[in-house]
């Protein structure tokens, strides 16, 4: 079982900033998981929520700002700030580690719709990542996984399933030409016979406790998505098992 760093290392650091990410990197695991929002003036930049009135010592909506604002915005504590990462800026730093994997989620729905992946793509592009294999997108869109199948057929692609697909269990559709299917630790639970469905592999979010990271390796998740990554770390040292490629 890989272990993936869920925005950085977020159990310790502040989640999406290059501090959580230099020391998620640090580690012996497979890679990081990041969320990308555009900016007013056409920036993908690392941040979750619409909004920034979380995460930051700001207000109002992320993509109604430009990256001059974001940038100007408080990630950290007063002790120690952090800025806001561009996805170019992260693509850099990942380039660093050259056995460490890249994890991008596409957020939607958002008002710059398709904008989003056409972003993406040119970004990887020039980073000259754009066929590298460590490179993944990731959505609970399909659409958004299907446009990046077309712009690049090459990129590693991950479907999230979404809550509402519970009630149509088990019916378990697979859209967008994914090739690593994504499922929650409840839905795990759930439906354990998704683990491993469509003979493909499982990405699991979000799991912080060592009982169940316990669980999803008996289970046989391919990928794990935690905020501990050092916890899953030591508890897959323990059963004997390897948390990288």
Known sequence: MKIIA???????????????????????????????????????VCFHDPVVNFGTDGSGRTSGKTLAELRELNMGDEANPQRILTLGELIELVKEYEDKHLYIELKHPVRYGRMVEETVANVLRYHGVSEDPRMHVISFSPIAIGRMARLLPR??????????????????????????????LIRAHQHPRLIGAKLLPTYLWTVNDVTQMNWAANHGVDLLVTDEPEMAMWMLAGMGSVGRE
């Open 6 to 44: 869920h925005r950085g290392y977020a159990g310790k650091y502040p989640p999406l900033t290059r501090l959580a990410y230099e020391k998620a990197l640090e580690l012996p695991i497979h890679g990081v998981e990041t969320d990308i929002r555009l900016t007013r003036d056409g920036h993908a």
């Open 155 to 184: 990129i590693g692609r991950v479907v999230l399933r979404r809550p509402v697909l519970r009630y149509l269990y088990p019916i378990d559709p697979k859209i967008g030409r994914p090739d690593v299917m994504g499922l929650s």
